[in-house]
């Protein structure tokens, strides 16, 4: 062929964008059988429009971009005035005021405590789910806002004050007294530099005044959301741990020395401002009794922990739609990426780590809905969510990693919005405990409320004989528990303990209430012996079709 021959018949396509993914924008979020299902069984089938109303804003253009512009342009501390005087603020771009204003309105803070309709958390956890999805960094306070409720109530005086405005729906950013604002955030700050997770190794310092405020003097070394309205706080008294409220701002109008010393920079979690702290005679008031202090703040801790599942499953679940969405318009070797048999097997099996996650997560939601009222609930609650915390904290971070991988080189880039989920990924299994604390939590559980790992156990039986690989497991694990063993034997096999734990949750749940392509598969791979230690590993003759037919992918319009 000469090359005046080739010129005639070769069209140039050199500048054309081609086989590309189009942009994932403007869907809903929450149109997610899974999600849906799971609020309705748990008895929150009332809130289904609320949810559909933050799932649409949460895949909407304009939410998307508040996202990047609140990461892109990272908080900054402004220590002093033009002249000199401390002014310790946290300045935040426009955009990430934006997304806690909407979050407010959503009632994603503490508005569930006040709310008397049956259901009311699980609608909460459902819709923290989907807003999730936009932006993690600001439901850092939002979710402290939201624990902070049942601590706080340990000072009745304090709860009637402030309680409510931590469920209002107006946001308010300004630093003023707190008598004076609608609404309220509260932060925690109970690390120190030599203690970290080990708070009773604590070395600030607090003294009761004669009017019944101490005066707290020390520093913290990891304060998450420092521009807060207050914060709950571990400081030593002469009894031990104490829990106090530091407000920033003192009734007065002054405010309370406590020091910014400079803001951590962070693998991610960037819109979201995490300090260095120090007291120079900062004013606290006492929440509960004096050297109680981690029995008062551990309810904090575990509605924390609750808001660290609900952000890992949102990661999971926003990683499987992005790189389900480029499968179904990326071709290569001559297909469709979904078409061809080894990717689907991916897609297939990240859709069972992410389905099993929220069946889990919206059963705490349920749980922690009844749990005031039946002690199996609680039961349910404290030991489901600590396994759940542990596993599904870890799986969070092996998943975005392989739907990362799921879009190639595209992936890598930076505004595919991929690289920001995966470091926002390790997070949540780094804060309010990382995995040996986590499972030494189980541990404690089960050395000290056998009644609860009864209930637990109660629970996981509602599945029996629906597989019997679903039973041996069961069967195995109380085997195990029941087992005569030290306490160091024990505690060197508590992360597989763990992850047992786990797995066999999710199983159960999956089996009574997820589709049978979904439940099987899980129960074959992760339980069955039958899957490999990476992503795609499913064995022959899993229903691929009805696995995937559960992956939210609906574009709006």
């Not at 086989?19 to 008895?43: F, K, M, W």
């Not at 819109?271 to 904090?300: L, Q």
Request: hydrophobic share 40%.
């Amino acid at each position: 062929m000469t090359t005046e021959t080739i010129e005639e018949t070769t069209v140039y396509r050199g500048n054309e964008v081609l086989n590309q993914t189009p942009e994932l924008i403007d869907y809903d979020v929450s149109d997610d059988p899974a999600l849906r299902e799971g609020l309705v069984r748990e008895g929150a089938g009332w809130a289904l429009e609320d949810l559909a109303e933050v799932g649409r804003a949460a895949g909407s253009r304009q939410v998307q971009e508040w996202g990047r512009l609140a990461n892109e342009q990272e908080p900054v501390l402004q220590r002093y005035d033009a002249v000199g005087h401390r002014r310790d603020d946290v300045e935040f771009h426009p955009a990430y005021h934006s997304l806690m204003a909407k979050a407010f309105e959503f009632g994603l803070n503490a508005a569930p405590w006040f709310d008397d309709r049956p259901g009311a958390h699980t609608a909460r956890t459902a819709k923290a789910f989907a807003w999730g999805q936009a932006e993690s960094g600001h439901m850092c306070p939002i979710g402290m806002a939201y624990a902070a409720v049942p601590t706080l109530r340990h000072a009745p005086e304090l709860a009637d004050a402030y309680g409510r405005r931590l469920a209002s729906a107006e946001y308010d950013p300004e630093l003023r007294p707190m008598d004076d604002k609608p609404g309220l955030v509260l932060g925690t700050s109970m690390t120190e530099r030599q203690g970290g997770s080990d708070a009773r190794a604590n070395i600030s310092r607090a003294v009761e005044r004669p009017d019944g405020t101490y005066d707290v003097v020390g520093h913290k070394w990891f304060t998450s959301a420092p521009m807060s309205d207050g914060f709950l706080t571990l400081v030593q008294t002469e009894p031990g741990l104490t829990c106090l409220l530091l407000p920033r701002v003192l009734p007065d109008g002054t405010r309370n020395p406590i020091r910014l010393e400079r803001l951590k920079d962070k693998l991610g979690n960037r819109s979201n401002a995490s300090a260095e702290i120090e007291y120079h005679g900062a004013t606290g008031w006492r929440v509960g009794e004096e050297g109680r202090g981690v029995r008062t703040i551990i309810e904090m801790v575990n509605f924390t922990r609750l808001n660290c599942v609900v952000l890992s499953s949102a990661f999971m679940r926003k990683g499987l739609v992005r790189a389900v969405h480029h499968s179904r318009h990326r071709r290569a070797f001559g297909n469709l990426l979904i078409d061809q048999p080894l990717m689907r097997n991916v897609l297939a099996d990240l859709t069972l780590e992410s389905e099993a996650a929220v069946a889990a997560l919206m059963r705490l939601g349920g749980a922690t809905d009844r749990a005031e009222d039946s002690e199996s609930e609680a039961g349910v609650r404290r030991l489901g969510l600590a396994v759940t915390k542990y596993w599904v904290c870890k799986r969070a971070q092996a998943v975005v990693g392989e739907a990362l991988e799921c879009l190639g080189g595209n992936g890598y880039i930076e505004n595919s919005g991929m690289p920001r989920l995966y470091r926002e990924a390790p997070l949540q299994s780094v804060w309010e405990g990382s995995g040996n604390v986590a499972a030494l939590d189980v541990l404690r559980v089960i050395r000290r409320q056998p009644e609860t790992v009864e209930f637990f156990f109660d629970e996981l039986r509602l599945a029996s004989g629906a597989d019997r690989r679903l039973d041996a497991a069961v069967a195995s694990l109380e085997e195990d528990l029941s087992a005569d063993r030290t306490d160091t034997d024990l505690e060197f096999e508590a992360r597989g303990l763990v992850e047992r734990l786990a797995l066999v949750f999710q199983a159960s749940l999956l089996v009574r209430h997820s589709s049978p392509a979904v439940a099987d598969a899980f129960v074959a791979s992760r339980l069955g012996g039958s899957w490999g230690i990476a992503f795609g590993t499913l064995p022959r003759g899993v229903d691929t079709p009805g696995i995937l037919a559960r992956v939210p992918v609906g574009m709006i319009g």
